[in-house]
C-alpha cells in the first residue's frame, strides 16, 4: 500500500513516491480499498485472496476463499485523532461551517447531508453563509467553491457565485467553475462567451476544461472555443485537443503512435503477439484503463 504526494505540474499533475506505508509477507494479502474515518484514521481493507480478479480464476473455484479477510486501522500515534464532525443531526448551519474543515471526507459526507434537507432552506442559509465570510481568510475562495457545489448540488448552481469563482486568481477555482460552467449551460445565456474566454486563460488547466466543455456544445459554437484552448498545447492538453478535433469532425480518435515491439519471437508467433498489442491499445479495450 504506497503513499505518493500529488503535486501540481503544469496542466496536470506529479506524483511523488513518500513511502510504502503498509506491507506484508503474506502472499494472500491483496488490499484493495482505504477510507479515511471521521476522526482520520485510515482504514485498509485486505481482500485476503489466494486468487486475483479479472477473472483469470472462475468466481466458482474451489481455492477462492469466500471466508477470510482483513481490516487494518492506521494512525499516527504522537498524534491525536480528529474529533469527528457533527453531520447527521446537525443543523444547516452546523453543517455549512463543516464546509471549512481541512479533512476532505469531511466536506464530502457534509455537502451529501445538505442535499438531503429542504432545498429552499438549504440555498437561503448558503447565501447568507457567503455573505459573512472573511474575504481575509486565506481559504475564502476555497469556501466559496464549496458553497457553489452545494447549490450545484440541488441542481440549482448559483450563477453569480459562479462568474465570481470563474475570475478568481486562482487557476485551481476558475479551473472548478469551468467544470461546473460545463454542466450548467442550459441556466447560463452567455455560456459559450464565457468558455471561450476560458480557452485564452493563462493556466493549461483551465483551457482544457474549457475544451472538454466545448465538445459538449455544437459544432458551430463549440470548435471556435475547442480552437482557442487549442493555441497553446503542452503533453497534457495535445492528446485532448486530438480527440476533441477527432470529435467534431466525426472521425474516430487518432491511434496511439505505433509501439516498436522488442521481441524474440518470430513468423506467426509474433503476428499474433503484434494483434494482441494493437488490440491492447484501441480505445474502449485495455489500455482505456491500464494505459
Known sequence: TKQHQMLESGTGYAARFRQDLLTSSDRNFRPVDMEFAPDGS?????WHNALIGHMQHNARDVNRDHAHGRVY????????????AKVSGASISELLGNLKLHEYRTRYRTRRELRGRDADQVLAATAAWVGELDASDPGHEHHLLEALWVTWG??????????????????????????????????????????????????GRVRMGAMVAATWL???????????????????????YKASRSFFSGQPVDALPKIDLTTHLTGRDRELFEKGAEVFSRDGHCATCHQ
Do not use: C
Open 73 to 84: 486501522r492506521v494512525t499516527y500515534p504522537a498524534r491525536p485523532l480528529v474529533k469527528p
Open 218 to 240: 455544437g459544432k458551430s459554437v463549440g470548435l471556435p472555443i475547442m480552437e482557442k484552448a487549442g493555441e497553446r498545447q503542452d503533453e497534457w492538453l495535445t492528446p485532448v
Open 42 to 46: 485510515l482504514y485498509i481493507i485486505d
Open 154 to 203: 440541488f441542481d440549482r448552481a448559483d450563477e453569480s457565485l459562479l462568474r465570481r469563482l470563474l475570475s478568481s486568481d486562482d487557476h485551481r477555482v476558475r479551473a472548478a467553475a469551468v467544470e461546473v460552467l460545463r454542466f450548467n449551460g442550459h441556466r447560463v445565456a452567455d455560456q459559450a462567451s464565457l468558455l471561450l474566454k476560458a480557452a485564452g486563460d493563462e493556466h
